[in-house]
């Protein structure tokens, strides 16, 4: 009998995708951010004026990447008198540092999601911290674009980025906890 030979058809790899390039849309995206008050409350506030690009991998996700750029002068808590406060050098000091921007170094993937890392500057300040992140979709608009909505979350201490003001309390405790909570929402437009 005759041996049985099996063939095989050879194999080719799928063309590669390049990744595709998104616009953050300033006027359906924001950044918020959470701080302690007093020891008894949360304040909550947002910058309201976010730019940047995602460059989406969707053959990989690990290979994507975003920079963001927030306008430190469009904070917002519901509180003029705060919000020139925050505005000063006590804070943010926009006057000498108008930006606060963050660019990815690298995407993770674990069971509980993606984590991205990257260098955030506030006050001419650098330090890596990390967001939980998530797609939430992509659709096509009324004039023929496509969307795409992300969230991300994370938290830093803010006296790493040298906004150490506070004020001691009467009884015990300090004005203003030190970490932020910080949650991000992004509606971006395709570019390429």
């Given at each position: ?41 949360t304040v909550k506030g947002h910058v309201s004026s ?26 917002d808590t519901r509180e003029p008198k705060r919000d ?82 506070n004020q001691p309390l009467p009884g015990a405790g ?19």
């Amino acid at each position: 009998m005759p041996a049985t030979t099996t063939m095989t058809q050879p194999t080719t790899a799928a063309p590669a995708v390049a990744p595709t390039t998104w616009q953050i849309d300033p006027s359906h995206s924001t950044a918020e951010f959470a701080v302690r008050h007093m020891m008894v409350s949360t304040v909550k506030g947002h910058v309201s004026s976010v730019e940047g690009t995602i460059s989406l991998d969707e053959t990989d996700l690990a290979h994507s990447s975003v920079t963001v750029s927030l306008d430190a002068a469009s904070i917002d808590t519901r509180e003029p008198k705060r919000d020139v406060h925050l505005r000063s050098a006590d804070f943010l000091d926009v006057e000498q540092f108008p930006k606060i921007t963050f660019s990815s170094t690298r995407i993770e993937h674990d069971r509980d999601g993606y984590r991205i890392v990257g260098d955030l500057t506030v006050r001419d300040v650098t330090r890596e911290m990390g967001l939980m992140a998530a797609f939430e979709g992509q659709q096509r608009d009324p004039w023929g674009g496509e969307r795409a909505g992300f969230t991300a979350q994370g938290a830093i201490d803010r006296r790493d980025f040298g906004l150490t003001w506070n004020q001691p309390l009467p009884g015990a405790g300090i004005m203003l906890g030190n970490d932020v909570r910080i949650s991000i929402e992004l509606e971006a437009v395709l570019k390429t």
